[in-house]
Structures are given as structure tokens and as C-alpha cells.
């Protein structure tokens, strides 16, 4: 059963005894559990019904057991809409040492593991969180509300920050210098409910932008409509920390932040006193293993943890090389105009900024029509399922590795067209080295298998300029292979060559997950 986020927090008792902090929990899961405000959670028992009237109608189960030592409840709640998907929301509770400790997992089992899916906190957290006092996790406060600073608050927030002990990601939300309107206030509102237990939701007008900038080490600022990701832990790595263009909150929404957000809680580990209560519950006959197995699940946090720096390194190296691709970029068209030093210097500062804000596949593909457009055509459509891509733990280097690519593609149009070059991609590719001209990253076409089947032939037409083809759709068989070892995840890029033809450009029809496009292997 995956885990698709985990909520977890620490709360005062208020003066309550445990059996009246575990009879307030009850109550408040009760109606959200039942769908119903006159029946009552079972202390110990099981109770399926199906439900009506709602969104999602099917039949929903409820588990829920008492537990005496270590006091404690334990409640399941699962869903099966009959399309072979099954939801799942369980709730861990356990009361010790003056406080009431809560762990929430959002669960999801599915047949159809390409289908996107729209998560957020389970709407039980907001009943939980009015039970005891001040929830928190860490040096983290669990709030449901946008909190919106001035540039005088920006010292408290700055703390924060760089607090070691912090446990949720910040969500910096920023306004363009016009200042926040009352839609942009509702996206950034209905943000913060979404990740309510999950991550801290702020807002910055552009005084708090520019003190926050200036508070922070370089680069890792976030200003002018754009949003940013502070993830727990240091801020040596801009990368770790993840920028988002700032027509995120109009019209492309929230769902890469909302993903990303509870991808990382899901690695959270629970308090040991909630995981004694789970297997007081789940394991009652625990034997002498339990030692090992705790063990091992230490090492496996360790392993975790050495991937997600690995990870992070592998996108700084990436970013780097973005920086130094758009540097060497405009030297060359320098070389073809004045050669100033003032052009020299803007080249460096696209560089930079280019190696700053390039976080995922979306915005790649963002800049590359912004930029590239001269010489580069990706019709809108062409990008597709692009969310659960941006929320993988590889985003980072596959965002950059794509807008390396795109790159690749409209720099080839450009020297064919100035006559620099006469040939294919792939034969350019091997002179200039700005994409591996190797068969586990660049395909000039399918193979006889997949051109002969008529399935898999048809995955492989796509949308394209009607000077480049009267239909306005055509088969393309070249690609970039963005990850080798991403899986069915990792991203394709999808090209024709018209450099040749009327439009003397290159055009992308494709950019998405690999499971989008299958082979006779898939």
C-alpha cells in the first residue's frame, strides 16, 4: 500500500487526562469516518457501508481498536470505488508524557498506476488538530491558513528558515510588484488548506521579496509572482529547495507543489511511542525480530538518505552545466554581432538565471517557448502529464537535463540555418557535444517492431505545424532519452527535423513520461 503523504504533529494536553484526549479524538474522527454526526465510532470493531451523494460513491470500511498499553487509538478508514482503486486514511494515536501524539497516512492502491491522482491533507486532520493544545512537529507550527509578512516580519521568517530543528517545508508564496489581488490571496488561501499538517504557507509582498532576498544566502531568494519550496534541513543547496514560475497559482495550478510537498512527507518517520501503538494493533504477537527489524529499517532510512543527497548533488552538476551551456550560447552569438563587454555580462546573468530557476520538466519547457522559439516549435499539447513527473525525486535533474535537450535541438536548427552546419542531429550532436550522441540518449528512430505495429506506430503521432505536414499531424520516430534508468516515469522527447523544409525549424511533439510512448519491452 503506497503511502502518498503522512501527516504527523504533537499536541499539549490542556489539562485533560488521556481518556478524555482519546474521547475528544473519537469524536472528532467519528463524523468524518461514518459520514455521519448520530452514529458513533466502535472502541473496538469494524463497520462497512456504502456511500451516496458524494463525489466519489463506493463502499467504505472503518476499523477502529482502543489501545490500553500504550494508550492509544488506531482507525482505518478505507474506500473502494469499484474501478480497482482503493483510498485509504489511517490514523495513529497514542497519548504519553503530558501530550497527544497523531499520525496520519493517506494510502492509495490502484490498478492503473499511470493515472494521475489529486492529493492533499485528508480532511480528518482539521477535526484532529482541535484536539489538545498548540500541535506542532518540531520547531514547525501546524497552520490551515496563509500567513501573509511584511518586510518587517521577514527576520521571524528568516529564522525559521535556517531553524535545524524546523520539520515542515515553508511555501513561499510571492506577488508581482503590483501587489497581491484577491485571487491571487484565494489560490495562496486554498494552497495553505490543501498542505495544512503537510507544509507552512506565506505570502510576501514585494518589500518582505526584497528583505527575504537580502536576508538569505544567494540565490536562494524568490521574488516577483514566483512560489519556493523550502525544504527542511540546511540551505547550502538552492537545489534542495525547489522554484516554481510564477504562473503557477493562475492558470497551470497548484498540483507540481501540492505533489512535491507530500512526496516528502511521506519519508517522515513516526514517534516510537505512535509505532507501538500501531503494532499493539497490527503485530500483538511481536517475538524476539522486532529488534532486527528495527534495524533494518534504520539502515533503510540511512540508504534513503544517502539517494536523496545523491539526488540532489546529481541536479546541482546539472544545473551547472545548464549555466555553462546558455553562457557558451550567447558567446556564440556574440561572435556573430559586436563582441561587447556589456553583452558578455548579460550572457552571464541569463546564465545564472538560468541555473537558478530551472527546477522541473514544466519549466523547461516553459522557457524553451519562451526562448527558443526562433528557432524550436513545441505546440501546447505537446507536454504532457508533466505533474507526477515534476513530483518524482529525479525532477530536479530531469527538468534540467530537458532543457538541456531542447536546447540541443533549437542550437542544431540555428547553425543550419547560418550554414555553420550541414547534416544531421545526430553528426552534430557528435561535433558540438551538446547531447550525447549515444544510443541510451538520443534515438533517430524506432525500431522495426514498433513501427510495425499499428498500436504502437499511432502513440508516435503527434501534433505538428500544417506547413510542415497539411494533416497537422505526423509520425516521429526520434527522441531524446532524457533518464535510461528513470523507468516508465522518466521523460521522452519527441522531435522532427524540419530544418530542411518550409519552416527551417525543429519541431517537439512529444515531451511526457515514457509510459505515455511504450515499446514491444513496456
Known sequence: MAVISRIMWTAADGGQSPDELLQGATRAIAPWALESDEVDLPESGEVTFERSGVANPGIRTVRAQRVAEPSGLVVDVEDDDGTGAVWGVHVRIAVADGHLLVWVDNTLESETVSAPVSVGRPRVVDALLGVGDRPRLGASALLSEAQEISAEGVAVLDELLQNPERALPVVVVTCPWTGFDDHLRYRAGNLARRLTGLATVVMLDPGAQDALKAALPERLGVWGGAVRVYAPGSLDSPAAHRLYSGDLLGQRGVEPIVNWVTSLSSRRRPDHRLRAVHHAVTQPDRTVWAAEVEELRRERDQFQTQLDNEIIERAEVEAELNRALVLVRRLRQLGFESGMAQEVTQAEQDAEQAGETLMTVSEAVGRARDELSEFLVIPHGADRELDSVDAAPNALAWGNTVWRGLGALADYARDVRSGAFSGGFWNWCVREGSWPATTKKLAMSESESVENSTKLFSK???????????????????????????????PRVYFHDDTGGKTKRMHVGFIGPHYLVPNTKS
Not at 475 to 483: D, E, R, V
Open 460 to 490: 508516435r503521432c503527434f501534433k505538428v505545424d500544417e506547413a510542415v505536414d497539411p494533416s497537422g499531424e505526423l509520425y516521429m520516430g526520434a527522441h531524446l532519452k532524457i533518464s535510461e534508468g528513470g523507468g516508465s516515469l522518466a
